[in-house]
């Protein structure tokens, strides 16, 4: 198993450019979750999708930001335009959908910096 | 608003200690705790996950819930320089998949 891979590892944009971030879950995990940390807020939770639908994109913190996931085995992230503010790590993580205590399995992570 | 609260820290504890991390959460409805350990620089790795109240011992590590006091710990006993991270409490609320995660807890361990 090759876990959640993300790509790319770090991303230097320029603000005003747009930015995409991509994430290839577990194969066989129903749930994919998209996270974005930093030192201020922690580990904050943008949008889920379950089955390849989104189904909570509360955390999404402006229409800036979007995100699809057009098959079970790709999802990206999109900023557009970028702002120095959205500086950050962001993280994909899958879980299957067969337990409510089933643990998330994260990637790597994409280190963002917006000059 | 489900909140998870943890002291940020940092807690230092010397080689060979027992490390107490606290966390509380707000909804009462939760059922699936769980403890992750980020290094600087890393992902979270899952440590342990609990659902039943009382404690579960895993090698060094013990879980610990109150659900009616909404307190769940993690202790890591004969502490290692290298369990010094940040510890991640998360939170799966009632029938849902989605972890609430605090801003964690960064603990080092003095050789």
């Known amino acids: 198993d090759a876990g959640v891979i993300q790509s790319p590892r770090h991303e230097v944009t320029e603000m005003g450019q747009e930015v995409t971030l991509r994430c290839k879950p577990i194969s066989g995990h129903d749930y994919l979750f998209w996270y974005r940390q930093t030192m201020m807020r922690g580990l904050e939770l943008l949008i889920y999708?379950?089955?390849?639908?989104?189904?909570?994109d509360s955390g999404m913190p402006e229409d800036r930001f979007s995100a699809k996931m057009p098959n079970a085995s790709f999802s990206t992230l999109k900023i557009q335009p970028s702002e120095p503010r959205d500086s950050a790590v962001y993280f994909c993580?899958?879980?299957?959908?067969?337990?409510?205590?089933?643990?998330?399995?994260f990637g790597n992570g994409t280190r963002l910096t917006v000059t | 608003q489900k909140e998870v609260e943890q002291n940020s820290g940092p807690l230092s504890v010397p080689e060979g200690a027992i490390a107490s991390l606290n966390c509380t959460y707000s909804?009462?409805?939760?059922?699936?705790f769980f403890w992750y350990r980020q290094y600087s620089g890393k992902s979270p790795e899952l440590i342990m996950f609990?659902?039943?109240?009382g404690d579960k011992e895993d090698g060094r590590f013990t879980a610990q819930l109150n659900k009616a006091s909404q307190y769940v710990s993690l202790l890591i006993r004969d502490s290692q320089p290298s369990d010094s991270a940040t510890y991640l409490c998360a939170v799966n609320g009632a029938g849902s998949y989605q972890l609430t995660f605090g801003k964690g807890t960064k603990l080092s361990v003095i050789p």
């Open positions: 609990i659902y039943s109240n």
């Open positions: 999708f379950n089955n390849n639908v989104p189904i909570d």
């Open positions: 909804d009462r409805g939760s059922q699936s």
């Open positions: 993580a899958s879980r299957p959908g067969t337990l409510y205590n089933s643990p998330l399995h």
